[in-house]
């Protein structure tokens, strides 16, 4: 299958086409934007043309569009999934929704790994996993609450995500390892996403939903 792939759960727009002969053509984004403003609205589009061109496909040859659903910011994650639904309903392709999460940790070259994206308010979204296998569900916590819970669990996890980068003294001072300041370990990539949606069953565009994980920050009156 053809598989587009994208990501808006941090500040960076990710997007990778499978081709149906495993070749991959990503558009990387840097992981010092990481910690810079958002462009989603003017960059993921773009960015999804650049992978199907170099890969020398049209938008009706794709088989499916995967998207991370997050947890992440709550505008970002909503510009993904309306994308993702759009090109999905306007191509005939299946749609997929996977965990932002698992997405990051599946980068992490680490027997654990311990993924972390900013979730703002001084607080982290969080998951732990051991190659395949989900250790500790996603949750949102302080990054006292989310050292608490890995130390309740042990071993000696890596730490990536955007969210590992904005409270690394935090982390380490705790005895947290967290993955070096540029690497591609913080990104969640779009590559990520594909191989991921190959383990999960489509699923209708309006099933296909945000996983914010807390309520946003703006709430109607």
């Known amino acids: ?8 759960s941090t500040a960076v727009s990710a997007a990778c ?6 070749s991959a053509f990503e558009a990387e984004p840097a992981p010092e934007a990481l910690l ?15 992978c199907l061109e170099r890969a020398r496909l049209s938008w009706r040859d794709l088989d499916a569009v995967a998207v991370g659903v ?26 997929v929704g996977v965990s932002s999460l698992r997405a990051l940790a599946a980068g992490v070259a680490e027997p654990v790994a311990l993924a972390l994206i900013d979730a703002r308010r001084g607080e982290l979204f969080a998951a732990l996993y051991e190659g395949d296998e989900e250790r500790i569900a996603p949750f949102a916590g302080s990054p006292r ?4 819970r890995v130390n309740e669990h042990g071993g000696d996890p890596l730490a ?19 993955a070096r300041a540029g690497s591609r370990a913080h990104v969640v990539c779009g590559i990520s996403v594909c191989r991921l949606a190959a383990h999960a069953a489509p699923a209708p565009p309006e099933a296909v939903l945000p996983d914010y994980l807390r309520l946003p920050d703006a709430q109607p009156q």
């Open 1 to 8: 299958m053809n598989v587009l792939g994208l990501d808006t």
């Open 17 to 22: 086409l499978l081709r149906a002969d495993g």
């Open 36 to 50: 810079g403003s958002p462009g989603h609205a003017r960059e993921l589009l773009p960015a999804a043309a650049r």
């Open 70 to 95: 997050g947890p992440g910011g709550f505008t970002g994650l909503r510009i993904g999934v309306a994308t993702a639904r759009g090109l999905a309903s306007a191509n005939g392709a299946d749609l």
């Open 145 to 148: 609450q989310v050292i608490a």
């Open 160 to 178: 990536a995500g955007d969210g590992s980068l904005r409270f690394r003294e935090v982390l380490e001072a705790a005895g947290l390892r967290v």
